[in-house]
């Protein structure tokens, strides 16, 4: 597997937990593919994430540096740790003759989508960039479904448009400022970029939604045109995302789902892979 498929498979991994890697932290992962495998660096800092009480919601550049570091100096500690392990904790065979439940049951396997048969990228830059574009679309796809959002116009319209008139724009939020109980707001679309800005006497309602904002996150904003190219936030509005109705198996048999054991790696962690699965 070369270094592009590697880093391919890295941002995939990512999406696939529930996060995503900023622009900062995907460009640290692109240099240092190079030298480290970018795959385990972002799985083990998966993992340290999992540990965390709060959970951030994009991965950052200073979060992959710190496991990048922590691998270097512990690679032969873990090792020798393993074999040490090994001696002072040998796996015992059981006695009893464990009959598990959900091996009598037969098995009911639909692959519904297979995503690798799809990818088609490089892992490069402008496939990173991209993949922002292609989310902008569709999010923006999403937000034109709601009727109070359908006339929406283009940053670009806004900026040429007289000063003292409203408008809707859909954009994607680059940066976030806080400072003396102000927002600024950097947000662009697929043409340009401008500075929105939510003031300290806005209403509380439009504050409280402006405290929500996250990085690259793609949102509606009423604005008003200033008689520069400042533009003054009146409303914000989300993307609807509906919720998922949980699904539950008929018979009461778990599922453990695992993935990326890393088997032959220094950090397999072999001993409780065979409590779970003793052929293993």
């Not at 540096?65 to 090792?79: A, D, I, L």
């Not at 059981?94 to 990818?119: L, T, V």
């Not at 034109?144 to 809707?168: F, G, M, Y």
Request: proline letters at 4%.
């Amino acid at each position: 597997m070369n270094i592009a498929e590697k880093l391919q498979k890295a941002v995939e991994l990512t999406i696939s937990a529930g996060f995503q890697l900023d622009r900062d932290a995907f460009e640290f992962l692109n240099l240092a593919a190079s030298t480290v495998d970018p795959v385990e660096i972002v799985s083990r800092t998966l993992e340290k994430i999992g540990k965390m009480k709060d959970k951030p919601l994009f991965i950052e550049r200073h979060l992959l540096e710190e496991t990048v570091e922590t691998h270097h100096r512990s690679q032969e500690t873990f090792t020798m740790l393993e074999i040490k392990q090994q001696q002072e904790f040998p796996i015992l065979e059981g006695k009893k003759i464990f009959r598990p439940y959900a091996k009598e049951i037969e098995a009911e396997i639909n692959i519904i989508e297979d995503p690798g048969s799809k990818s088609c990228t490089d892992g490069t830059i402008e496939d990173y960039l991209e993949y922002f574009r292609d989310r902008f679309r569709k999010m923006e796809k999403l937000l034109r479904q709601r009727i109070d959002v359908r006339d929406a116009v283009s940053i670009l319209d806004v900026l040429k448009a007289a000063p003292n008139t409203k408008h809707k724009i859909i954009c994607m939020v680059t940066e976030k400022r806080e400072a003396k109980q102000r927002i600024l707001l950097t947000v662009e679309d697929l043409q340009v970029s401008a500075t929105v800005l939510i003031p300290q006497n806005a209403p509380h309602e439009l504050l409280t939604k402006a405290s929500k904002i996250l990085p690259d996150q793609v949102i509606c904003i009423t604005v008003l045109k200033t008689r520069g190219n400042l533009l003054i936030a009146e409303d914000i509005i989300f993307p609807d995302v509906a919720k998922k109705t949980q699904n539950r198996a008929a018979i009461p048999v778990y599922a453990a789902l695992t993935s990326d054991m890393h088997v032959g790696s220094t950090m397999f962690q072999k001993r409780s892979l065979q409590q779970v699965y003793p052929m293993a």
